[in-house]
């Protein structure tokens, strides 16, 4: 059974960085065409998709977020890793770890993370 469970701080303060971590249960980073997202939603918004780490290990990334956007794995603990720099208020939102696969998606519960002073 495959299971993502996001963790991270809850608050962080504006021009800090964000760090996220999805720990995996049930799967393989490096399983042929498995691709770990990450995925936000802002308060009132739509789902974001912000990046992914392909199995291969190749990243990928909003352009709109991409000088701020760093995604990468430990393959020894079986987790992706988010780091987002210069937050600011605008990037308050509940973050999701999201595995996509051939044949359907699984999601983490997903954590809020909130940006203030």
């Given at each position: ?44 918004k739509g789902l974001e998709w ?68």
């Open positions: 059974q495959v299971q993502l469970q996001e963790s991270g701080p809850g608050l962080v303060k504006p021009s800090q960085t964000l760090s996220l971590t999805c720990t995996v249960s049930g799967a393989s980073l490096t399983t042929d065409y498995y691709y770990f997202t990450w995925i936000r939603q802002p308060p009132g912000m990046g992914a780490i392909a199995y291969s290990g190749s990243t990928y990334y909003r352009p709109s977020l991409k000088s701020r956007t760093s995604i990468s794995r430990d393959t020894s603990k079986n987790q992706i890793t988010l780091q987002l720099t210069s937050v600011t208020p605008e990037d308050t939102a509940v973050y999701y770890c999201n595995l996509l696969t051939g044949w359907g998606d699984y999601w983490g519960q997903g954590t809020q993370v909130t940006v203030s002073s």
